[in-house]
Nanobody, 123 residues
């Protein structure tokens, strides 16, 4: 099992920034690809970004490209999501997830999920 705990969510005005963190415990963190997803009320869960085991491959959802940056620190068992130029449509519950598969964008590829951290962006 891998336990994931997200933090760093909050309320911010449009144009602002937030940095989310996800800390893992349990099995060896560096053996997993990591992803960030989000879900707004009434909408399906959406892929935000993913990062490979060693950080050499990074992918983003189209709606966040150029504004969000994903990174990881295997020594700290942590993955981060730096969110800049936030928009009201970024408001959602943000989840991190761990995968032993080779793809990143499909949520059913991820075996372990955190409980999420809320991000609210006001206009």
């Amino acid at each position: 099992q891998v336990q994931l705990v997200e933090s760093g969510g909050g309320s911010v005005q449009a144009g602002g920034s937030l940095r989310l963190a996800c800390v893992a415990s349990g099995r060896t963190f560096r053996n997993y690809n990591m992803g960030w997803f989000r879900q707004a009320p009434g909408k399906e869960r959406e892929f935000v970004g993913g990062i490979s085991l060693g950080g050499g491959r990074i992918y983003y959802g189209d709606s966040v490209k150029g504004r969000f940056t994903i990174s990881r620190d295997n020594a700290k068992n942590a993955v981060y999501l730096q969110m800049n130029s936030l928009k009201p449509e970024d408001t959602a519950l943000y989840y991190c997830a761990a995968s032993s598969q080779t793809t990143f964008r499909r949520e059913n590829e991820y075996a372990f999920w955190g409980r999420g951290t809320q991000v609210t962006v006001s206009s």
